[in-house]
């Protein structure tokens, strides 16, 4: 059912580790975007990408990339895990055209813990 | 002030009850409004979007009222199954991103 794609679903990882969280979407849509969120505290959006080649930095600073080289695949990479890293990250895309009817489409999402 | 703001409840609610939550936005130029459910640990799912008219889907109606600036989201006849927090969302423009509302957490106990 789900369009939208990330693993691993859990990680959890040593500090000072490269870890990269991936995102596919098989839509076709052109903006995706990283959101950072803690247990039952709101959505910070980190990063995203209006297509191939765009990235921005969201409203929330964050130490992690992102690359966007192909429409459907949209990874972002800690250089060096640290255990203030430790949250649950959440991809999602939308179709421009059609993004005030549906809004965004969100991933399963990324559970990461940092030891 | 955020540009969002939803109250944060929890709202706890016996079965069959009909609950309201409201979501505040600053910016007056917001042209999409959505709601969203997310399930503890889940990710957000769009639940409907608020069209100027207001719409009903089931036993969900979603009102906009951009005098005011809110949009609401009702339950009608609550389940067990609708326990999840709920996230409003309003976009300023395409050229914006989704701005997401802290969420209201909702409990419907037996």
């Known amino acids: 059912e789900a369009d939208i794609y990330q693993t691993p679903r859990y990680l959890v990882i040593g500090t000072g580790k490269k870890i990269t969280l991936e995102c596919s979407q098989t839509?076709?849509?052109?903006?995706m975007y990283w959101y950072q969120q803690d247990p039952g505290m709101e959505l910070h959006l980190i990063h995203y990408?209006?297509?191939?080649?765009?990235?921005e930095k969201g409203d929330l600073s964050s130490e992690s990339t992102v690359s966007r080289i192909r429409t459907e695949h949209f990874p972002l990479t800690l250089e060096s895990a640290r255990p203030s890293h430790t949250s649950q990250y959440l991809c999602?895309?939308?179709?421009?055209?059609?993004?005030?009817?549906?809004?965004?489409?969100f991933g399963s999402g990324t559970r990461l813990t940092v030891v | 002030r955020k540009e969002v703001e939803q109250d944060p409840g929890p709202f706890n609610v016996p079965e069959g009850a009909t609950v309201a939550f409201n979501c505040t936005y600053s910016?007056?130029?917001?042209?999409?409004f959505f709601w969203y459910r997310q399930d503890c640990r889940k990710e957000p799912k769009l639940l409907m979007s608020?069209?100027?008219s207001g719409n009903e889907d089931g036993r969900f109606t979603a009102q906009l009222n951009r005098a005011s600036q809110y949009i609401s989201l009702l339950i009608r006849d609550s389940k067990l199954s609708d326990s999840a927090t709920y996230l409003c969302?309003?976009?300023?423009?395409?050229?914006?991103?989704?701005?997401f509302g802290s969420g209201t957490q909702l409990t419907v106990l037996p």
């Open positions: 999602a895309s939308s179709d421009p055209t059609q993004e005030s009817y549906y809004g965004y489409t």
């Open positions: 839509m076709g849509h052109d903006k």
């Open positions: 990408s209006y297509g191939v080649n765009s990235t």
């Open positions: 910016n007056s130029a917001s042209q999409s």
């Open positions: 608020v069209y100027s």
């Open positions: 969302a309003v976009n300023a423009g395409s050229a914006r991103q989704l701005t």
